[in-house]
C-alpha cells in the first residue's frame, strides 16, 4: 500500500476554508513491481465521518487474499479522501465545500493514470463504497459513466425520505449547531449540514454557508421542508431518474445489501434495485447475512473481477512510469541494499530502527518527493535486504558512513541532501561529523545528537520478538490508518539481535561536542510528544543553522507515520536549500552589502540599539538575511533572522490583503457600509452609518487613532489590561459608541487610525465565521510557509522572543519596557509576532503578484491595486499617498511601497520597490525615547538600503 496526497485545485476557494490537501491510499497487487503489464482500478468512496484510510484496509485484505488463491486477477484500488468539516462531502459540489466531483473523476483520476500503471478507460474503472460512500458511488457513476463504467453499491442509504433510521436519528438532534466547534454539531446534525452545503449552498449566510436544514423547536428538531426537498432530491432514488439515459452506459451495476442492516433496511435496498430495473439498467442485486458495511467483501471483488476489463487495447496511451532501481554495494564485505527513484537533485532517505526501504514507500514520502528529487532509499546494516552481521564491531558509527558514501559513490553522487528519521537521524548526526563536504543539507527527524544508553529499551525489543514487535507496529498504523500487509510481513521478518546492535552503536556517541560550529542546514523535525523534544530544541538553540519544525501533539512514531504533516516542512526546506544553493553566497555585492552593514552598524551605536534584523529580496529571492545585536541585553542571545519581533502596523498590510481575498471571492464590497457587515458598528456620531470598508483601508473614515498621541486611543489600546479572550474584536467595536470622529468620511484628510484596522479585523472574522488569528493563519500565514509568526503570544516561540526595550533620551540608558506587545483587541492593527525569515516570504509572495512557490494568496492584478494611490498624505519625502493598507510613493520615478509598524519597545518596517522587484524588512527591539520623539530606525535603514538597490542617494528621515 502507498499513500500519497496532492493539493486540490477543485476545492480550492470553498467558502468553509477547507484544506485542498488531501491524502489518498493506493493498493497495488502483488506482482506490480515484477511486471511491467497495466491494471484496472477500483476507486473506493469512504463512507461519512471517516477518511480515506477507513475501511480500505478490510478491503485490501480480501483482494490480496483472492489474488493470492487465484480466486480474482490482479487489480489496483485506491482511496480518495471526502472528508470535511461537516463530517462528509457525499463527493458531491457546492460553492460552500468545493468541486469534489471535478477533484475525484478528473484530478485524482488523472493523478492516478499518470502515476500508475493503470488501463486509462472506464471499461477497467470501478467505484464502490459504503454508507455515504455507497451513494457516492452511485452518484458519480450515474452522472460520469464516460469515467467510471462499473459499479457496486454497498450498504447505500439510497432513499433518505423513507428511511426510519434516518428519521429516528434525526430526533437525537437537540441543538442547533452555531459553529464548527459548536458541541451541538453531532454526527447527525453534520450529516444534515453537509446535506444542505450541497442542496442549498448560501454564501450570505457565515459561518456554515448554507440555508439551515433544520430548527430547534421547544427542545426538538423541526426539519425545513424546503431545505430537506433540496437534499432529498439528490439522492440515489431521485438521481437514478435524473440520470435514467447514463445508467444504460453503465458495463455492470452491483447492489451489495445485509439483511440485518440496521440503518438500511433491505426493502429500501430492495426497492432501489427495483427502480434501476424499471429505469432500464443491467443490474445485480445480492443480500446476503450481515449488517451495515460488515458483510463479507468476496462478492464485491469477484463482481469486479468479472466485470472490468483486464486487459489493454493496442490503441491505449502508455504513461511514463518512473522507474525504480534496486541494487547492492559491498562495503567491506557487507552488503547494503539501495533504491533510487525519481528525478532531480539527490536525496538520501534512511529509515528508522527495525525499518526498511518499505517504509518511505507505505508512509508517501516516495510518492511525494519522487517528482522533484532523485531519491536514494537504503537499507542500514543490520535492516530490509542489507546484511545483518552479528558482530558489534560491524556497526560502529564511522562503518556506517561509510555504507551511505558507497552508495553515493555506486551511483556517482558527489553531494546529496539527506533525511533520516530516528535512528536514521542518528546515522545523519554520524554524517554531519564524519562527512560534512558529501551534503548539501540534513532533515533529522525524532533523534537529537546526544548519547544515550539503550540497552533496556533494547532488552524489552529482543524479549518482545519479531512477531510481537509486529504486532505492536500494527496496532500503531492500524490506529492511524496506514496499516497494510507489507509492512507487517515487514516487521515481523526483522532480525532484531541486528537492530539492536545496530541502535546501540549508533546511540553511544554524543554528537554535540563536535558540531557545535556546523554551518549546513539542518531542519529538525519532531513532534511535540516526542520523548526526543527537548533535546531537539536544545540542539536548534546550539547549532547556527538549524530550524526546528514541531509537529503538534504527534508523539516519535506518528511523526513519521503522518507523512502529511511531515512533508510540507521538508519541502519547504528543501526549495529553500536548493534557492541557496543556486544563489551566490550573499546574492548582493560585496560593496552594497558593505554600505548596508555600515548603515545598520552606525545606526545601532549611534542610538543604543541593542538588537536588528534585516533580510533583503531581490528577483524572488532572499538575497541577504542577518541579524545583529542581541535580542536580551542581560542573556546576550544574539539576534538572528528567526528572532521575533511584533512588527506593529505593518500588521496592516496582512489584514488589507485579508480584506482583498474576501474581496475577490465576492464576499465583501468595498464600497458596502461597515454596518452591512457589523450591525453593531456605532459611534457617538451620526456620520459613522457613512463610513464604508474602503475607508477604513485608506485611513479616510475620520475614525480616530494615531498611536499614543491621542490620549483615549492610548487608554482604548488597553495594554494595561489586554483583552485576550475570545470575542475581544467584537466587544472592542461595540465599545467603540463614545467614539467621534475627527473628519467627514471619505473626505481629503487622511488619519493613521488603529481602529480601523481592529474594525477590519471583526469584519473578517464575521464574514469568514473564524476568529481573525484563525482566518489568518489558515489563509495567510500557513499558505506562505510563515510558520513562526503568529498572533498569539502564547503560541510564540519563547526562545525566539526578543525583549521590549526603551531608552532615557538624557542618559542613554535602556530598560525594558515590562511587557512584550500583546493584545487581541488590536491584532489586526499591530498584533503579529514575526521574523527576518517569514517576513521576506511575505514580501517574495507580493513581489510575486501574490503567489510563492505555487501558492497563491492574492491575483496579480489585486496585489498592485494594493500599491496603487487612494488617499493622499502629502507630508513630503516618502509620506506621499495611502493604498490600499500601504503607504506609497514616487521617488525619483521608481514605485515605494511601505509601512512602519511601532509598538512599545518595538520597530519594524518593510520597504518595496515592485517594479524592480526589491524588497527589504527591518526590525528592532527598541521603540522611543523617554521624554524626545522616537526615530524610526527601522524605516530609515530600510528605505536606506531600497534606495542603494535601486542606485539612489538617500538622506535619512529623523536618524543620525
Not at 25 to 41: A, F, I
Request: one cysteine or more.
Amino acid at each position: 500500500m502507498e499513500i500519497g496526497e496532492f493539493s486540490s485545485e477543485a476545492l480550492a476557494n470553498n467558502l468553509i476554508g477547507d484544506t485542498t490537501t488531501r491524502r489518498y491510499y493506493v493498493y497495488l497487487p502483488p506482482g506490480y513491481d515484477d511486471t511491467s503489464k497495466r491494471y484496472p482500478v477500483v476507486y473506493m468512496m469512504h463512507y461519512f465521518s471517516g477518511r480515506a484510510g477507513d475501511w480500505f484496509n478490510t478491503f485490501a485484505e480480501k483482494l490480496d487474499d483472492m489474488i493470492a488463491s487465484g480466486e480474482a486477477p490482479e487489480m489496483i484500488m485506491v482511496a480518495p479522501d471526502g472528508y470535511n468539516k461537516f463530517g462528509g462531502s457525499m463527493f458531491m459540489s457546492s460553492p460552500t465545500i468545493g468541486d469534489y466531483e471535478t477533484y475525484v473523476t478528473q484530478e485524482f483520476v488523472d493523478r492516478i493514470d499518470a502515476s500508475y500503471r493503470t488501463l486509462p478507460s472506464n471499461e477497467s474503472r470501478g467505484i464502490t463504497g459504503c454508507g455515504m460512500g455507497g451513494d457516492s458511488a452511485a452518484h458519480l457513476a450515474f452522472k460520469y459513466p464516460d469515467v467510471f463504467g462499473t459499479l457496486a453499491s454497498i450498504s447505500g442509504f439510497y432513499d433518505y425520505e423513507n428511511n426510519e433510521w434516518l428519521q429516528k436519528e434525526t430526533e437525537t438532534i437537540k441543538a442547533l449547531p452555531e459553529d464548527f466547534s459548536d458541541s451541538g454539531m453531532s454526527t447527525m446534525a453534520g450529516w444534515y449540514l453537509a446535506g444542505a452545503a450541497i442542496a442549498a449552498p448560501n454564501p450570505d449566510k457565515p459561518p456554515f454557508y448554507l440555508d439551515m436544514p433544520f430548527a430547534i423547536e421547544d427542545g426538538k428538531v423541526e426539519i425545513i421542508p424546503e431545505v430537506w426537498d433540496k437534499f432529498i432530491a439528490l439522492d440515489p432514488m431521485h438521481e437514478a431518474r435524473t440520470y435514467q439515459e447514463n445508467l444504460k452506459e453503465l458495463n455492470a451495476i452491483l447492489i451489495y445489501h445485509g439483511n440485518h442492516d440496521p440503518e438500511v433496511s433491505a426493502e429500501i435496498a430492495q426497492g432501489f434495485s427495483s427502480l434501476l430495473v424499471e429505469l432500464g439498467a443491467e443490474q445485480d442485486y445480492l443480500e446476503v447475512g450481515g449488517g451495515h458495511c460488515d458483510m463479507d467483501l468476496e462478492p464485491v471483488v469477484r463482481f469486479f473481477a468479472d466485470n472490468l476489463v483486464h486487459e489493454a487495447s493496442e490503441a491505449e496511451p502508455v504513461a511514463e512510469i518512473p522507474e525504480l532501481i534496486s541494487g547492492f554495494v559491498d562495503n567491506d564485505g557487507v552488503k547494503i541494499h539501495y533504491e533510487v527513484v525519481g528525478e532531480g537533485p539527490p536525496l538520501v532517505l534512511v529509515h528508522w530502527g527495525s525499518g526498511s526501504t518499505k517504509d518511505w514507500h507505505i508512509f508517501g514520502y516516495v510518492d511525494a518527493l519522487k517528482d522533484d528529487y532523485q531519491l536514494i532509499l537504503i537499507d542500514m546494516r543490520g535492516h530490509g535486504q542489507s546484511d545483518k552481521p552479528h558482530d558489534p564491531s560491524a556497526y560502529d558509527a564511522e562503518t556506517q558512513v561509510g555504507d551511505v558514501l558507497a552508495v553515493l559513490d555506486e551511483l556517482g553522487i558527489e553531494k546529496a541532501n539527506y533525511f533520516g528519521y530516528s535512528l536514521g537521524a542518528n546515522l545523519g548526526w554520524a554524517l554531519a561529523k564524519h562527512a560534512p563536504d558529501r551534503f548539501h543539507s540534513y532533515i533529522l527527524g525524532g533523534d537529537a545528537p546526544s548519547s544515550w544508553d539503550d540497552s533496556e529499551w533494547a532488552a524489552w525489543m529482543l524479549d518482545t520478538g519479531a512477531e510481537g514487535w509486529a504486532r505492536i507496529i500494527e496496532d500503531a498504523t492500524r490506529e492511524i490508518g496506514v496499516w497494510s500487509p507489507e509492512i507487517n510481513a515487514a516487521y515481523a521478518a526483522d532480525d532484531l539481535e541486528a537492530v539492536a546492535l545496530n541502535s546501540k552503536a549508533l546511540n553511544a556517541e554524543d554528537y554535540f561536542v563536535d558540531l557545535p560550529d556546523m554551518q549546513t542546514p539542518i531542519l529538525l523535525l519532531v513532534g511535540t510528544e516526542d520523548e526526543e523534544y527537548w533535546g531537539m530544541v536544545y540542539a536548534e538553540q546550539s547549532l547556527p543553522n538549524a530550524t526546528m519544525a514541531k509537529m503538534q501533539d504527534l508523539n516519535h512514531a506518528v511523526g513519521f507515520m503522518l507523512s502529511d504533516q511531515a512533508l510540507p516542512y521538508i519541502t519547504e526546506f528543501l526549495a529553500e536549500v536548493s534557492a541557496e544553493e543556486q544563489a551566490p553566497a550573499s546574492g548582493m555585492d560585496d560593496a552594497t552589502v558593505a554600505k548596508i552593514e555600515a548603515l545598520v552598524e552606525k545606526t545601532m551605536m549611534n542610538n543604543y540599539l541593542p538588537g536588528l534584523a534585516i533580510g533583503i529580496v531581490k528577483d524572488g529571492e532572499v538575497v541577504y538575511a542577518e541579524g545583529f545585536g542581541v535580542g536580551n541585553v542581560e542573556e546576550e542571545n544574539p539576534v538572528t533572522t528567526q528572532s521575533l519581533f511584533n512588527v506593529g502596523h505593518v500588521t496592516n498590510l496582512f489584514t488589507a490583503a485579508a480584506v482583498m481575498q474576501l474581496v475577490e471571492q465576492g464576499l465583501v464590497d468595498l464600497d458596502a457600509p461597515v454596518t452591512d457587515y457589523l450591525p453593531y458598528f456605532s459611534l457617538d456620531d451620526p456620520r459613522f452609518t457613512d463610513i464604508i470598508v474602503r475607508q477604513l483601508l485608506a485611513h479616510t473614515s475620520g475614525l480616530p487613532g494615531v498611536g499614543i498621541e491621542v490620549d483615549a486611543e492610548w487608554k482604548r489600546m488597553g495594554h494595561d489590561n489586554p483583552d485576550n479572550e475570545e470575542g475581544a474584536l467584537e466587544r472592542l467595536v461595540r465599545g467603540l459608541d463614545d467614539v467621534t470622529l475627527l473628519a467627514d468620511p471619505g473626505g481629503t484628510e487622511t488619519m493613521f487610525s488603529n481602529i480601523s484596522y481592529d474594525t477590519l479585523g471583526d469584519i473578517i472574522a464575521k464574514v469568514s465565521g473564524q476568529s481573525y488569528e484563525d482566518y489568518m493563519t489558515a489563509n495567510i500565514l500557513e499558505p506562505l510557509g510563515m510558520d513562526q509568526s503568529t498572533f498569539i503570544l502564547d503560541d510564540a516561540d519563547a526562545a525566539l522572543l526578543t525583549t521590549a526595550y526603551q531608552r532615557d533620551a538624557a542618559t542613554n540608558e535602556l530598560s525594558e519596557w515590562g511587557f512584550f506587545p500583546s493584545n487581541m483587541q488590536h491584532n489586526p492593527a499591530i498584533g503579529l509576532i514575526s521574523n527576518v525569515d517569514d517576513m521576506t516570504k511575505w514580501a517574495a509572495a507580493l513581489l510575486n503578484g501574490g503567489e510563492l512557490n505555487g501558492v497563491r494568496i492574492l491575483q496579480a492584478d489585486t496585489v498592485a491595486e494594493m500599491w496603487s494611490p487612494t488617499s493622499h498624505m502629502g507630508w513630503g519625502g516618502i509620506f506621499q499617498d495611502f493604498g490600499t493598507g500601504w503607504a506609497v510613493a514616487d521617488v525619483d520615478g521608481h514605485r515605494l511601497g511601505w509601512m512602519v509598524g511601532d509598538v512599545p519597545g518595538q520597530i519594524s518596517n518593510i520597504a518595496l520597490a515592485p517594479d524592480e522587484d526589491i524588497a527589504v524588512v527591518t526590525m528592532v527591539n527598541s521603540f522611543r525615547f523617554m521624554g524626545d520623539d522616537e526615530p524610526w530606525y527601522a524605516t530609515d535603514i530600510g528605505v536606506a538600503a531600497v534606495h542603494e538597490l535601486l542606485g539612489l542617494d538617500f538622506e535619512g528621515i529623523w536618524t543620525d
